[in-house]
């Protein structure tokens, strides 16, 4: 999981492209921004986010403008 001293570290990769996080059983709200806050992000990974869910996930579509790779596997609190 990522501590809440990790995400300050994760803000401040400002021309970091490419992030796979996998496992996080704890997402907070502060883990989304810190990744929603990368301007130059194009691949994200986001593996067995227990509790990622749709307002996350619009949050990151809306805010990471560069992205062109999204994966989300084992994400299970997503809605249709």
């Given amino acids: 999981n990522l501590s809440d001293p990790a995400v300050q570290e994760l803000r401040k990769l400002r021309n970091l492209q490419h992030l796979k ?4 059983h704890q997402r907070t709200n502060a883990q989304a921004e810190a990744v929603a806050s990368l301007p130059q992000l194009t691949s994200l990974s986001l ?3 227990e509790l990622l869910d749709d307002s996350t996930l619009g949050v990151l579509v809306t805010t990471c403008l560069s ?3 999204l994966e989300l ?8």
């Fill in 21 to 24: 996080l996998i496992i996080c």
């Fill in 47 to 49: 593996g067995r986010f």
């Fill in 67 to 69: 992205l062109e790779s």
């Fill in 73 to 80: 596997s084992h994400c299970k609190e997503f809605t249709d």
